[in-house]
Structures are given as C-alpha cells and as structure tokens.
C-alpha cells in the first residue's frame, strides 16, 4: 500500500461526501495502490450512512462519542497500511492530480517531514494559515492586536518553500515520520494540535514544506463555527504548547497562563458579542444563476443560464451565483477559476450523483446546502 488518507469527521455529511469524490479523483489516475479511512466522531447527520452507501470502498471507523481531532486522526492513521499518509479534513475539495504532485514532491527529498499546500476558502481568499511559523507568546499578542506578519510565514503564497508549521486540514507524511513521533498530541482536542506535531517533526531533523503551486479549496466553517467555543479552544492550545516546548520556570508559566485567559477573555468581548451566526442561503437572493457544464443536457431542475466554462474566461460575470456542475465540470477548471470569480460573485458545487449544491461565502460560518 502506498498511500492512506485519512479524514475524520463530524456532522458535514455534504461536504464530506464533496470531499470523498475529489479524494476519489485524485487517487484514480495514480495506478497506486491506496486507502481513504474515514473516522466518524459521533456525528448525528448522515454521514456515516453517505459513506457506507455511496463509497463502499472506504474504510469507516465509527466512535461512540466525539473524540476530538487529534485522537480520532491517531486512530486513523493506527489502521493505515499506507507508506504515506494524508490527514484531511472533511470540508476540502482536490484536484484531479493534488496527490500525484504531492508525492513526486515528496520522492524528490530525502529530508522531507511534512508537505502541505495552498489553501483558498470558499470565498476564492487565500488562507493564511496554509504556512505559518512557530508561534510565540508574542506572537500570539501580535496576531491578538492585528499584526499577523509574525504568525505566519513570509513566504510567498505562491512559492514552493520551507516554512516550520503546516495546517493540520491537509499534511501529507511518510508514517514512519508519524509514527517516531507519536502522531498528535491528544492533550489537544482541537486546535493547536498541527502547530505542536509540525514542531516536533521539526525537531527531529526533517523539514517542513509548502507548494504554493498546488492549490485546493478548505471551506473552513465546516470544522468550527467562530464563537467562544472556539476562541477558548485555540488560546489554550497555544497555552499548552507554550507550556511543553518553551518553559520549565514555574513564574513564566503563570504569566503565560493569565495572558492567554486574557486573550480569551478580550477575543469574547471584542468579537463574539453582537456576532448572529447563521446558516447561509436566506442570505442570498440572485437574480443571475449560472450552471457551469460541458454540455447543454438539462439533467438538473436548476433554473439557471447553461455556459460552458469557455464563457467564463472570455466573458466578465458579476454579481452572480455561480454553480459549478461536477457531473461534466473537472476539479481542476473548478478551482482555477474560483479564485477569480469569486471576488464579484457566489460560487457553489453541484456533488455528482445528488440533488443538491454547497459552497460557503464566508470561513467563520457553516456553509450553504440547497437541494433541488
């Protein structure tokens, strides 16, 4: 076995389901052998039902409660028969040939620890924390106040490069890298957990890289809302890692301690107060849809213009809601042209096979599923 993904998920049985078919694609042209191991963390949608009926070939690990990422990603990655591994999250979208760069990447360098790629969010906006660097307590500060140069790395989002901490929603590795140091820390339940194991990897003596080059789509907000929960879930990530890797003085510890609370305490009052998080789609009223197919077939009862994707590089459309259609539209003409569209306009996903469209306008909210 070569190589093993491995995606753990939790009630974003669409976006799964998105997730799996790109996955699908990627692996299909590679002529290696491969596994998708999915680890369910107790999710009350359909999830476990999409992956049993639609994609019998994937290996599903159901728990019977939510474990966290961390623990759940280990006991993935325990079952994996691959000789690398791919930790996925469950609200991504690839290209047809994502893996296939990934691992000549990964073959060509011998010191290699963990590769990662450029990610968009389904807005087409570059996220940042596709490459960062190791944070500090300052640097936490510095991010708290608006000034994120320190946080993340300064390498161009389009160059290829070594940075020191990948974002654990897409980390490619060899799983001996993995397994020599212990995987996740599951004293992290969410948050915080790829900064500790980029560094730890770091530590050994491999290097961590970015392919500005290969690009996907994370839609984000399928993985957390941004309230308080999760404010108080990253500080204190970073509070943990402050503590394992930084500091061994009782007095640091605890200025350490109080500053991230109040981090904790300034990011509640300051941004969650008045915040009205909601589900999209009452949000979105368009007068222009357009259905981006191949072909002219009115297989869906979409009340939408037919263009070819052709139309969408000689043409100029704007203020519109943009459906792609993955029956007869590729990954790869999909994420190209996100980017750019997306400034002006709303883009969402037709998943093959079933009667509904997805995407996100926003990375602090859960994203839109609109059936037909």
């Given at each position: ?255 350490a301690y109080f500053f991230f609370k109040l981090i904790i305490s300034i990011k509640k009052l300051s941004e969650f107060g008045n915040v009205n998080f909601r589900v999209l789609g009452s949000e979105i009223n368009y007068e222009n849809k357009f259905l981006i197919t191949r072909s002219s077939n009115d297989k869906f009862n979409i009340k939408a213009k037919r263009i070819n994707p052709k139309y969408l590089v000689a043409n100029k459309i ?55």
């Open positions: 076995m070569v190589l093993s993904v491995i995606i753990v998920s939790y009630n974003s049985s669409s976006f799964l389901e998105l997730c799996l078919f790109s996955v699908s694609q990627s692996l299909c042209g590679m002529k290696i052998k491969s596994e998708i191991i999915v680890v369910d963390n107790y999710s009350s949608d359909n999830s476990c039902d999409i992956v049993k009926d639609k994609f019998p070939l994937v290996t599903l690990i159901k728990n019977d409660k939510n474990e966290g990422f961390s623990k759940a990603n280990n006991l993935g990655v325990s079952r994996a028969k691959g000789k690398y591994i791919c930790i996925l999250n469950p609200d991504t979208v690839l290209k047809e040939d994502t893996f296939s760069k990934i691992l000549e990447f990964y073959k060509s360098n011998l010191k290699v620890g963990f590769v990662g790629c450029q990610m968009i969010d389904g807005n087409g906006r570059f996220l940042k924390e596709s490459k960062r660097s190791v944070p500090s307590v300052f640097s936490s500060f510095m991010k708290l106040v608006g000034v994120s140069k320190f946080y993340y790395s300064s390498l161009d989002q389009n160059k290829r490069g070594y940075i020191d901490v990948l974002a654990g929603a897409f980390m490619f590795v060899e799983k001996q890298i993995y397994d020599s140091v212990q995987g996740f820390d599951e004293d992290y339940f969410m948050y915080g957990e790829d900064i500790d194991l980029s560094y730890k990897v770091l530590k050994s003596g491999h290097l961590n890289y970015y392919l500005g080059d290969v690009k996907i789509i994370h839609f984000k907000g399928e993985s957390t809302d941004k309230n308080f929960i999760y404010v108080n879930r990253f500080y204190n990530a970073m509070y943990i890692f402050y503590l394992k890797h930084f500091n061994k003085f009782l007095i640091p510890k605890i200025a704007d203020n519109s809601l943009l459906i792609f259609d993955l029956n007869s539209t590729s990954l790869s003409e999909i994420i190209n042209h996100y980017e750019y569209l997306s400034k002006t306009n709303s883009l969402r996903i037709i998943v093959p096979n079933t009667n509904f469209y997805i995407g996100s306008d926003y990375a602090e909210r859960k994203g839109q599923v609109i059936r037909f």
